[in-house]
């Protein structure tokens, strides 16, 4: 095997702690995984109050947070995969999601789970790519 690939763990106070054996995010050479974030405040390690639509944009908020401690943003992200506690909330979520991805939205799977961690309504994680990203339509 020629070469060798780069780990970098990922972390910042400004996102919750990771509650398991996980971190929050891993970066291997260019690619950038993103651990699941559901709408925990930071602080007090509890679900954000006021139903998916707070969560999720808690949710998003952490990972903007993550996303700038491996200098990158919101463009940088290239699949997200969201799951809901509850498949009707997908418009609801949605709305909160245009609102941190406005362009070259990511490709995304989204799913309902049988139940999420802590309670939590919505939980996203995602992939980046580290680096300069230019669009070409």
């Known amino acids: 095997m020629s070469g060798s690939l780069r780990r970098v763990i990922i972390s910042t106070k400004k996102a919750p ?20 974030q559901i709408g925990f405040n930071p602080s007090t390690m ?34 997200t995969t969201v799951l809901l506690a509850d498949i009707n909330d997908f418009a609801a979520v949605n709305e909160v999601y245009t609102t941190f991805f406005t362009a070259n939205y990511p490709a995304r799977a989204a799913y309902q789970a049988a139940a999420l961690p802590r309670g939590a309504r919505v939980e996203i994680e995602a992939v980046a790519v580290v680096g300069d990203i230019h669009t070409v339509e």
């Open 17 to 36: 702690d990771a509650i398991g054996p996980y971190n929050q995010a891993v970066q291997v050479n260019s690619t950038l995984y993103i651990s699941g």
């Open 46 to 79: 509890e679900v954000v109050s006021g139903g998916v639509v707070a969560e999720a944009k808690q949710a998003l908020t952490n990972m903007g947070h993550i996303l700038e401690a491996a200098n990158c943003t919101f463009n940088n992200v290239v699949k």
